[in-house]
């Protein structure tokens, strides 16, 4: 049998070609169209946006589609990339409020991202850990989106007591700016923690503290300088200076593959104080200075055993 | 003995007439007063007394309202849910208006008023804690009329009710209403197919079903507490969501070209409200509705997303229909 190329026609011969559109519900034959009218845009846009976000998020915006959806990639950081050795993550309560104090460093949080993903990995119950992001990340264009969808929430004492006293895992970073911007020189040398007002959140709520010490992002992005006076316009507290950036453009953010450790420590019971203990400054002054000293103690043990930046 | 009747004002307001028909069916046509220039509908058989409140002299007519038709309580609802071009005649019905209300409302002994408000007075800012709760000071941007007067409102609330201890205040913090039959600048910008949004943002929106409004109303005259309190949905909806649910085209304007070009489209006529207004599409103004359940007794039956469905199947019936059937 033999078929020739035939030509099948669109519409049947004969027939004008406006006079479907002339009907008054000319739309509503549209829709099995494949046209690309604003609303067959509109709905494949739909299509597309779901197909990787959920439809309804947590009060604070954690959407668990979207963070399924980009996990890969931050595995590939954490496994390849990175290398991370995770210790003591079972120090991590398996059910119950606790928060999780680490060292920031970097440049830009990605530290963050992989101690969310040591606890999520690697504890027995699979916890999801409840960032803390600095205004500075957590209000940037394009970045705030992302950081709430992936379960970050904006750091201050409000949201943090909200979320322990939910039961949730909470990850806080009270260095803040002055840890994650730190020059190069200055690496593994804690800043001042805040005021302590991580420990009074943990003393109001009575959830356990758990010290945590990241070793190898510091290097990831090597600040020489700030450039202070760019980052104001931009609305940023500074635009670091790398061996990379700016120097190579937007591959100058690309961090560099160092090998890191994330240790956790055994947690530090906060409920015996009692609530009121918060109003205690020398008290919560004292408690923040030994969660500090046991970070920067940890952080010290693990420099002495590495041999390598890149190697571990 | 006869219970004192219950005063609405702003009965052609969306809330006001909802709630008017609703205290009509529950406590009888006889028992409810509505306030308002325009007469309620006919079928209703409330009492009317046409009394505007931008009027000088309207404190007089609504004291003597008041005392004639023994009134107990108030609903006050005469606000302008949407901003207007006409900011002076918003002036003298919100601020001025709710001052001889509040004036009338003292003088005649009315137990208890509640006043309409807005959780959007707590301005969106990226300083808010994403639960805002209602001991937070309100600082709406300065710049925005809308804001202000219903500000005044507020001010006039407190300042009452601490002169006037017999005097019951209850001010009502709803969230922006959305859903079936609501006509605000939330529902203008999501009647057009291209919905502009701020690019680089997603803010969570709280959107109030109209039902759910209407319950919190009722149950705030019912209880009469003291003080203000937030009325919102169950869970918020992030901006992009409800763009995508609607199957709208979000056209992302950058933030510094965002204010310029919503005051242009304000004052030529184009756009549903002014540029200050993209501080709510830029940054979340979440209120926290614990305070509602404690003191109102009061839950929300609907999330934002139930709103947003709700309003689609209004509005968009077909849409609807086809993610019934996706679901099924």
Redesign the interface.
Known sequence: MTSAAKVVPFRPQGQPRRARRRRPNAR?GA?AAPGLD??S???L??RF??AW?S???????Y?PKFTETVLPFFEFLYTVWWRVDALGVENVPRKGPALIVSNHSGVLPWDGVMINLAVRHEHPARRACRMLAL?MF?????L??LL??SGA??A?P??AE?MLRKGELVGVFPEGVKGVGKRFKDRYQLARFGRGGFIRIALRTGAPIIPCAVVGAEEIHPALAKMNWLGKPLGLPYVPITPTFPLLGPLGLVPLPTRWSIEMAEPIPMDAYGPDAADDPMLVNRLAERVRGTIQGMIDARLAQRRSIWLG | MRPRRVAVTGTSSFLGSRLLRRLAEKQGPAQVVAVDVAAPARNLGVRHREIDLTRPGSDQELLDAFREEDVGAVFHAAFFTNPRRDTGLAHELESIGTLNLFAAAAAAGVGHVVLRSFTALYGASGQNPAFLTEDRPLHPDPSLAWARDKLEAEQHAVSFARRYPDLRVTVLRLAPLFGPKVQNFYTAIFDRRIVPVVMGYDPLLQLLHPDDALAAAEAALERAPRGAINVVPKTPIPLLTAVHLAEKIPAPVPHPMAYLLGDLLWTTGLGPAPGAFAHYARFGFVADGEKAQRELGFAPRYSSRDAVLAWIAYRKPRLAASKAEARA
């Not at chain 1, 439809?55 to 915006?61: H, Q, T």
């Not at chain 1, 957590?138 to 394009?142: G, I, K, Q, T």
């Open positions: 509503r829709a604003l609303e845009l509109a709905r846009w739909s946006y779901f976000h439809d309804e998020v947590d009060e604070f915006g959407d205004d957590a209000l940037l264009p394009f705030a989106p709430a969808q929430v904006r201050n409000e949201n909200r």
